[in-house]
């Protein structure tokens, strides 16, 4: 069951927020534009940084941990799922909090 831990947190973080996207109903991932703008950036600037960090030996991922799937030749799936749902997570908040205050986003005004 340890292998599966860093899967444990992810999904941990995910179903502390998903469900304001259920109760709240504020349609997050049905607006794919700002979905897309704050995904893309994070994932591809942290996957590049891992890959430097990985490929130099800053640090690595404890395989006894993770489900061993690694992408690309040196990223495990977990990382690449953390920085999509970490990201996501924090979108939910944001709009739970927006829409609780009924105030606009920076890009609705």
Avoid: C
């Avoid at 999904?11 to 991932?29: H, K, M, N």
């Avoid at 990382?79 to 009924?102: D, T």
């Amino acid at each position: 069951m340890i292998r599966y831990s860093y899967i444990g947190v992810l999904a941990f973080i995910l179903f502390g927020t998903i469900w304001l996207e259920i109760f709240l109903q504020e349609r997050v991932l049905r607006k794919l534009k700002r979905l897309v703008l704050t995904l893309i950036p994070v994932v591809v600037l942290y996957v590049i940084w891992d890959y430097y960090a990985i490929t130099n030996n800053h640090w690595f991922f404890d395989e006894t941990r993770t489900s061993g799937i690694i992408l690309w030749g040196f990223l495990p799936l977990e990382e690449l799922l953390f920085f999509i749902i970490v990201p996501m997570a924090a979108l939910l908040s944001f709009e739970a909090v927006r829409s609780v205050k009924q105030e606009p986003a920076g890009d609705e005004k």
